[in-house]
């Protein structure tokens, strides 16, 4: 998995303006960088990758610590034209940052075929400059997981409870049901499908109900592994996912759809790449309304109305991992994204990269 940024269980771009930055920037690390499914896979009953066999030579606690420091281009995701709002405001949108991720997972193997991940996570960021956009995440996960049909087949069930903070303030709070089922077809090539609920809760002020990003949320994807090496440490990936957002406020009811390649691979002895690329289309439901045109009447005869928004959206990233010791590493992230709407605050891009030293047990 890619390391920083947070994890989560959400989605890029389904989220109030300043949440766009920590929901792509965070989630995205979770739920692109490999997604959901892989991170299953890669921390259950595989023993740390996918080779089927490995469950019994596995030791049952993992911890993976990583810390480092980074630059983010546009830490509150302002939009591509608001321009006179960072000058007038004087901070400017980009910053320097240091980062801190924990992850401490146990594995309880019941049967032969039946065991129990618990895991927890802990990732926080310090601004140097942009301190109200400082990050702290909490993530606890229970995955079952059931080998079927002389263990050619895998069955998790993802159990997620995530804290997000933004600031010193509470932000929101996210509940994830998400079975994911992995089958071998052949020795090289392995297909995935699950479906998935989420419970999303925002602690926001809002100006208006419409504006409500408290949410339901339903997904289902569908996609394909290709094993390039008999350790199957090497690999391309591709995923379909749809996903469809019942929300209480009218601005965010939506229907997503997103294309996902990915590959890792390694490039020289204790080298390894990793490198990903996303498309997504999210179509909203309603007609977007503005609050501001229900509190500044001079604000509503000079700005048309305005349409249902549509959000298109490209991201793609790169990491490379060096071990210079048996449990130690250095590795460099890149991250970027650009999203086009017809709404112009949630218009932007955004780039980031960072330097992180890793220990893994």
């Known amino acids: 998995m890619f390391a920083g940024r947070g994890n989560g269980g959400g989605r890029l771009v389904d989220c109030p303006e300043k949440d766009n930055y920590y929901q792509k920037g965070g989630e995205l690390m979770m739920n692109a960088w490999f997604l959901v499914g892989w991170l299953i896979f890669a921390l259950t009953l595989g ?5 089927w066999g490995a469950a019994e030579k596995a030791l049952p606690l993992q911890l993976d610590v990583t810390a480092g420091f980074g630059f983010d281009s546009n830490v ?21 940052f240091y980062e801190h991720n924990l992850t401490a997972g146990y594995t309880y193997q019941i049967t032969p075929e039946f065991g129990l991940l618990a895991q927890y996570s802990l990732n926080q960021n ?12 909490n993530n606890v996960t ?65 100006a208006a109900n419409e504006d409500n990003p408290s949410a339901k949320n339903i997904m289902a994807y569908l996609g394909a592994y290709l094993f390039l090496n008999k350790q199957r440490s090497a690999y391309v990936q591709a ?12 601005n965010w009811d939506y229907d997503g759809y997103r294309i996902l390649v990915a590959g890792v691979f390694p490039i020289v002895s204790q080298v390894t790449g990793k490198v990903y690329f996303d498309l997504y289309n999210q179509y909203f439901n309603n007609y977007w ?14 700005n048309p109305p305005f349409p249902k928004r ?52």
Not at 126 to 137: A, E, K, P, T
Not at 239 to 250: I, V
Not at 329 to 338: D, G, I, K, L
């Open 289 to 302: 309304f503005d609050a501001h045109k229900s509190n500044n009447p001079a604000y509503f005869f000079n």
């Open 126 to 137: 310090f601004h140097f400059r942009l301190g109200q956009f400082d990050m702290f995440s």
């Open 239 to 250: 995923r379909f996912t749809y996903d469809s957002n019942f929300a209480a406020g009218s």
């Open 310 to 361: 549509e959000d298109h959206g490209v991201s793609g990233g790169a990491q490379v991992i060096y071990t210079f010791l048996p449990q130690w590493s250095v590795q460099t992230n890149f991250y970027y994204m650009r999203n086009n709407s017809n709404i112009k605050w949630y218009r932007y891009d955004q780039w980031t990269i960072n330097l992180l030293l890793g220990y893994q047990y």
């Open 47 to 51: 023993g740390g990758g996918p080779a």
């Open 76 to 96: 509150p995701s302002r939009p591509l034209d608001a321009d006179e709002d960072i000058n007038r405001l004087g901070f400017g949108k980009s910053d320097y």
């Open 142 to 206: 229970l995955t079952p997981v059931l080998r079927l049909f002389n263990n050619s087949g895998q069955l998790a069930g993802l159990l997620n409870y995530n804290y997000l903070d933004i600031g010193s303030s509470k932000y929101r709070v996210f509940y994830t049901a998400r079975p994911v089922y992995f089958q071998m077809v052949t020795d090289n090539i392995m297909l995935e499908t699950s479906v998935g609920f989420e419970r999303r809760y925002y602690s926001l002020a809002m």
